[in-house]
């Protein structure tokens, strides 16, 4: 009887810790939703959107904050970039900065839109870029987002 009343308890303060366990996390989650004071955003749609962007000019595509970026780099100090909402739409009223930052060494380039070609542009000195990490910052009417973008290619010069 008394190994009985020993697993007994044993079982109750398991069920009891794990019970504890889960309203905690459950709390969490209501708490960080809150402290934003915004819905969840859908990542599944997100994920879905970025997965059927496709590049327009052969640069790289990746989710930026709320964005869909395309960005390319020259041999001839060419920086270009798109900038798309999630639901496929160009992007550039409601940006205020955008720049990059190769292989981030403080060096911030800053991007401009160009309304003839529909997208944000750049020109360096020729052969300055190299391949790898390019630092990514946008601040629109909405806030601010960035990211590293790793392995961006340094691509031939497009055609006039």
Not at 46 to 67: D, Q, S
Request: charged share 20%; glycine share 8%.
């Amino acid at each position: 009887m008394a190994a009985l009343t020993q697993t007994s308890s044993r079982v109750i303060w398991c069920c009891a810790f794990f019970a504890l366990l889960a309203s905690a996390a459950a709390g969490c989650r209501r708490t960080e939703a809150s402290d934003r004071n915004e819905p969840p955003k859908d990542l599944a749609a997100r994920a879905r959107a970025l997965a059927e962007a496709k590049p327009r000019f052969g640069g790289t595509v990746v989710a930026v904050g709320e964005y869909s970026l395309e960005l390319s780099v020259h041999t001839g100090g060419l920086i270009r970039a798109e900038l798309r909402d999630m639901a496929g739409q160009p992007v550039h009223d409601s940006i205020q900065h955008f720049s990059v930052d190769p292989a981030p060494r403080g060096q911030a380039v800053e991007l401009e839109y160009s309304g003839a070609r529909q997208r944000f542009e750049a020109r360096v000195a020729p052969g300055s870029l190299k391949a790898g990490d390019f630092e990514i910052t946008i601040r629109s009417d909405h806030g601010m987002a960035g990211m590293t973008l790793s392995d961006v290619p340094v691509l031939p010069d497009p055609a006039p």
